[in-house]
């Protein structure tokens, strides 16, 4: 019985990690919702963690009138 509670305490520990991290870009940057290029451009490039692409999200973090010309 034990290890029950114990299973289930350290699993609801992880699912709000989890479910977190799956909607942000890089797992660690700002939620797709709160990029100026939205869902698209997070779809493609939220997880890819390339410098070209980290550079992109950043000056389009910034400027998003760049959204469709650095992150297509």
Avoid at 10 to 16: D, N, Q
Wanted: with cysteine; proline share 6%; net charge positive.
């Amino acid at each position: 019985m034990k290890k029950l509670l114990l299973a289930t305490a350290l699993a609801a520990f992880t699912v709000p990690t989890f479910a977190n991290s799956s909607d942000v870009w890089f797992g660690d940057g700002v939620a797709w919702y709160q990029h100026p290029c939205g869902m698209r451009a997070f779809a493609k490039y939220g997880q890819d963690r390339s410098p070209e692409v980290r550079r992109a999200y950043e000056i389009t973090k910034h400027d998003a009138s760049q959204c469709e010309k650095l992150l297509p």
